[in-house]
């Protein structure tokens, strides 16, 4: 299966600061078919991102996805303290579809 | 606003089915969507289970497809997931979720259950 390998594993940044988040492939996503969530503590994941570029409805305009390829990143252009949480990637190119270990943002 | 809610029992014993029921408001499961089962075990990632059609038509995690089983209920707009021979392993929060493209039977996930926490210990 597609492995997908997210870093860093915690981000520690303040509040108006930019994240910047990878989410790299063990290979080629296909059609760049891949997607980002946002989850908090005992919450369900929140779709942010899908087809890599592409905001969910409701979604701020500070969040960004780009990439292709093996490599792609979430952009929060400035962080809001409703945006620490935990972010994961996922791929829905190649089945069955895979997440990754998600990367936590937390406050500095 | 699609709304799921998952239901059944918080503890399994190992060996035995873990059951769960996932009931959708304000919107037909009878829509050409397919709807998900997607766990997390404490403290890890998420993994997809399996994904059904209104139809019937099922497609399973290959990693689980000896023990899974879905099955949909259109008249009461609730589909179910079934899990065999339990051990510690399986305990995570269970969720169900609804599939974000029209038709496809994996993509991204727009919709989500709270979630429902199942604990394998005897």
């Known amino acids: 299966e597609l492995v997908l390998t997210q870093s860093p594993v915690i981000l520690s940044l303040s509040p108006g600061e930019r994240a910047t988040l990878s989410c790299r492939a063990s290979?080629?996503?296909?059609?760049?078919?891949l997607a980002w969530y946002q989850q908090k503590p005992g919450q369900a994941p929140r779709l942010l991102i899908f087809?890599?570029?592409s905001r969910a409805p409701g979604i701020p305009d500070r969040f960004s996805g780009s990439g292709s390829g093996t490599d792609f990143t979430l952009t929060i252009s400035r962080l809001e303290p409703e945006d620490f949480g935990v972010y994961s990637c996922?791929?829905?190119?190649?089945?069955?579809?895979?997440f990754g270990q998600g990367t936590k943002v937390e406050i500095k | 606003q699609v709304q799921l809610q998952e239901s059944g029992p918080g503890l399994v014993k190992p060996s035995e089915t873990l059951s769960l029921t996932c009931t959708v408001s304000?919107?037909?499961?009878?829509?050409?969507?397919?709807w998900a089962w997607i766990r997390q075990p404490p403290g890890k990632g998420l993994e997809w289970l399996g994904s059904?059609?209104?139809?019937?038509?099922?497609y399973y995690n290959p990693s689980l497809e000896s023990r899974v089983t879905m099955s949909i209920d259109t008249s009461n707009n609730q589909f179910s997931l079934k899990l065999s021979s339990v051990t510690a392993a399986d305990t995570a929060v269970y969720y169900c979720?609804?599939?974000?493209?029209?038709?496809?039977?994996?993509?991204?996930?727009?919709?989500w259950g709270q979630g429902t926490l199942v604990t394998v210990s005897s």
């Open positions: 979720a609804r599939i974000g493209r029209v038709d496809w039977n994996q993509a991204y996930f727009n919709y």
């Open positions: 290979q080629s996503v296909r059609s760049s078919f």
């Open positions: 087809n890599a570029s």
């Open positions: 996922q791929q829905y190119g190649t089945s069955p579809v895979t």
């Open positions: 304000n919107y037909s499961i009878r829509t050409n969507y397919y």
């Open positions: 059904i059609y209104r139809s019937g038509t099922t």
